[in-house]
């Protein structure tokens, strides 16, 4: 696990994502938790990618109401909180996930809302 300060640049990229957040679009899953439409979310996302060093990673963005875990992960995952929407946005192992920051897990992780964040995976190489 490494947390990693986000330069001005992202930061500023953030704040506009984080601005736009409440128009785009979004669909519930059976938790109630929100994900962000894909297409009307990229013209956000994707510029800040470049100054992070994710250029060319997937992504999705949700809003979570819920503690979901992940286990087995074929790879890293990265987290960029988008806001600071609650003091109990956390993962296990990690801590506090706030506004700024980014956070890269490899293995296993339980993360406990509500937060509402970028979720960024590399890309997944085809066999030869």
């Not at 109630?32 to 060093?53: A, K, M, T």
């Not at 819920?66 to 003091?87: A, H, N, Q």
């Not at 990690?94 to 956070?103: A, D, E, K, Q």
Request: net charge neutral; glycine share 8%.
């Amino acid at each position: 696990m490494t947390d990693t300060t986000l330069n001005i640049e992202a930061t500023q990229i953030l704040g506009k994502l984080a601005e736009v957040l409440p128009k785009i679009r979004s669909s519930k899953d059976e938790r109630g938790n929100q994900l962000y439409d894909h297409e009307d979310i990229s013209p956000y996302v994707e510029p800040l990618l470049d100054p992070i060093g994710l250029n060319g990673w997937k992504y999705t963005v949700w809003k979570f109401y819920t503690s979901f875990k992940w286990c087995d992960l074929p790879g890293p995952v990265v987290i960029i909180p988008i806001c600071d929407i609650s003091k109990s946005a956390c993962s296990t192992p990690g801590g506090p996930l706030v506004y700024g920051i980014m956070r890269k897990i490899n293995g296993d992780a339980l993360v406990h809302p509500s937060l509402a964040a970028v979720f960024v995976v590399p890309p997944i190489k085809s066999s030869p």
